[in-house]
């Protein structure tokens, strides 16, 4: 069974600090990886996806993630945080050869300080 | 534009009172999902579908009910709602029977409260 763990559910940064949410995953399969953002009131927008190419991976608005195998992690940065970055924030992790189901995180919602 | 259209947006009703929540999609995408928010829980898969006529149960799927008559619709239907249903639902969809690693698109979701 694969599973997805975001460590922190809540997140605290000073507008222009850096940004780190962490998740690790398990799977027995080779799996697909994707953050996703979701501002209130708002369905979930696609930050960034991981399919077995580059392990450093660019998304949107400046965050990107580094898939790492030996520490199942996935764990998404921004250098420089900005207001509008205040969201809930999710890990994804989709098992192709599992029918691709799709597994969530219990996200981490990010509060941005002026 | 490329969207998921879920309706209500908004809905507070009572037990046993059956409703259904309409999600339809633009893109011409097989896959459609449909998920529960919960605070702590994430999102927890109800339904899904990888084309017409073609649909599965997924994590949570008790006391809901999908169709997939059309490609770009897929209602979730609650035919006697109970307190325990009230949550925030999210429709998806992505393409490919399957996925792969497509992103799935998401609704601006359905906020419910069965009293």
């Known amino acids: 069974a694969q599973s997805v763990t975001q460590l922190d559910s809540h997140v605290s940064v000073s507008e222009g600090t850096p940004v780190l949410l962490r998740c690790n995953y398990s799977?027995?399969?080779?799996?697909?990886l994707f953050w996703y953002v979701q501002h209130p009131n708002k369905g979930l927008q696609l930050l960034l996806k991981?399919?077995?190419?580059?392990?450093l991976v660019k998304g949107i608005n400046g965050f990107e993630a580094e898939f790492k195998k030996s520490e199942t992690s996935f764990h998404l940065t921004k250098p420089s945080a900005h207001m509008s970055d205040a969201a809930e924030y999710f890990c994804?992790?989709?098992?192709?050869?599992?029918?691709?189901?799709?597994?969530f995180g219990g996200g981490t919602r990010v509060l941005v300080k002026p | 534009e490329a969207q998921v259209t879920q309706n209500p947006r908004y809905l507070i009703t009572v037990t046993g009172k059956k409703l259904t929540v309409t999600c339809s999609q633009n893109?011409?995408?097989?896959?459609m999902s449909w998920y529960r928010q919960d605070p702590g829980l994430g999102l927890r898969q109800i339904y899904y579908?990888?084309?017409?006529?073609?649909?599965d149960k997924g994590d949570v799927p008790e006391g809901y009910k999908v169709s997939r008559k059309e490609k770009r619709n897929f209602p979730l239907i609650l035919e006697s709602p109970s307190p325990n249903q009230t949550s925030l639902y999210f429709c998806?969809?992505?393409?490919?029977?399957?996925?792969?690693?497509?992103?799935?698109?998401f609704g601006d979701g359905t906020r419910l409260s069965i009293l």
């Open positions: 998806a969809s992505s393409l490919g029977a399957t996925g792969g690693g497509q992103p799935q698109h």
């Open positions: 799977s027995s399969y080779s799996p697909s």
């Open positions: 991981y399919t077995s190419a580059a392990t």
């Open positions: 994804v992790v989709r098992i192709p050869a599992a029918g691709n189901k799709l597994t």
């Open positions: 893109m011409n995408h097989e896959y």
């Open positions: 579908s990888m084309n017409v006529e073609v649909t």
